[in-house]
């Protein structure tokens, strides 16, 4: 699983709960991204969820499921991202919600394609940020830190940096991303020109790009090429 998601350079993030036309689902699937992750903060349901995987699987590309939620948990994804928000002040998104789905729901998981990801939540006027009582305001060395307590204290797979809505720091991602080792560096956030994925994607192993899907679909397939290409500037 893991070693999958170190091929992808872009991704598009879709939130169930947002509207998408079987149109502009296709221009997206069809655009030459690496994957599709399905996941949002809030207005998750079973239902909604099932409706979206079951339109992008009619596409040849690997769908995973981000878990948010408990009850929106379906079947049938390649794989599962369960995030650890490494800087909330609630240890409930650290380890105490994955506790309480490993007792319910532990017979069931198919471990084998689960993958955790630390996730350091950096935008403060974000959904995740009030959700989960992320200390947003770090600086660098402070981002840094966290990053190398994921990956060598808790040997984390994917370090996750989300600035959720907002364009970020590309120079703190970029020192983060230079002090880990082994832990795969994903970007989110605020990515809605051709330039700004090709800004993050110098400094990150995986791009995501996500809200601009909704409001302007040709600016977000214009992010695919742009990121499309040697690795090694990274």
């Not at 809605?192 to 601009?212: C, F, L, P, S």
């Amino acid at each position: 699983m893991i070693d999958m998601i170190k091929q992808w350079r872009h991704v598009f993030k879709l939130d169930p709960d947002r509207e998408i036309t079987d149109e502009a689902l296709d221009q997206v699937c069809m655009s030459g991204t690496d994957a599709i992750i399905v996941g949002g903060s809030s207005g998750i349901t079973y239902d909604n969820t099932v409706d979206l995987m079951s339109r992008v699987r009619r596409y040849e590309l690997p769908c995973v499921l981000e878990v948010s939620d408990l009850e929106a948990v379906v079947p049938g994804f390649d794989g599962y991202l369960i995030p650890m928000v490494l800087n909330t002040t609630d240890s409930r998104w650290i380890i105490g919600q994955h506790q309480q789905a490993i007792e319910r729901y532990g017979y069931l998981i198919p471990w084998d394609l689960l993958i955790a990801e630390g996730y350091i939540v950096l935008h403060s006027d974000s959904t995740v940020a009030r959700l989960t009582g992320a200390d947003t305001e770090l600086t660098t060395e402070a981002a840094v830190a966290y990053a190398q307590a994921g990956e060598r204290l808790l040997n984390l797979p994917i370090i996750y940096m989300e600035y959720s809505g907002t364009f970020g720091d590309m120079e703190l991602v970029g020192e983060t991303h230079r002090q880990l080792e082994r832990s795969h560096l994903i970007y989110g956030g605020g990515i809605d020109t051709a330039e700004k994925a090709r800004q993050a994607a110098q400094v990150a192993d995986t791009i995501v790009v996500g809200n601009i899907v909704y409001s302007h679909l040709s600016q977000a397939l214009e992010t695919v090429q742009a990121v499309k290409g040697d690795r090694s500037n990274t």
